[in-house]
Nanobody, 124 residues
Framework: QVQLVESGGGSVQAGGSLRLSCTAT???????LGWFRQTPGKQREGVAF???????VITDPVKGRFAISADNVKKTLYLQMNTLQAEDTATYYC???????????????????WGQGTQVTVSS
């Protein structure tokens, strides 16, 4: 098990930027880390993922606007969110799988470690 602590959420106007951080109590030689988001009444949606080989998966709704990175020394995951839109308003959850690399389409059931969530609100 690993504990994940997110930070960086907040309120921003459309077109603005935010950077989310997620600090883990440990990393592993092989890992897949990422972010999901959820709005009330909807299922959790994958946002972006990165694995220990540096491969990334950026989902279509945020492609070209969001970027994901990881600092192995700091054991911290980042999500840089640019050109934010009202549709990006959600609770964002950091996730970690410390037993393997990311698949081509990571799903919620692939991750047993979840952060508590951080709210992002984009006003239009």
């Amino acid at each position: 098990q690993v504990q994940l602590v997110e930070s960086g959420g907040g309120s921003v106007q459309a077109g603005g930027s935010l950077r989310l951080s997620c600090t883990a109590t440990k990393f592993a030689y092989n890992y897949c880390l990422g972010w999901f988001r959820q709005t009330p009444g909807k299922q959790r949606e994958g946002v972006a993922f990165i694995d220990s080989q540096g491969r990334t998966v950026i989902t279509d709704p945020v492609k070209g606007r969001f970027a994901i990175s990881a600092d192995n020394v700091k054991k911290t995951l980042y999500l840089q969110m640019n050109t934010l839109q009202a549709e990006d308003t959600a609770t964002y959850y950091c996730v970690a799988d410390l037993y393997g690399l990311c698949g081509w389409n990571p799903a919620t059931e692939d991750f047993e470690n979840w952060g508590q969530g951080t709210q992002v609100t984009v006003s239009s």
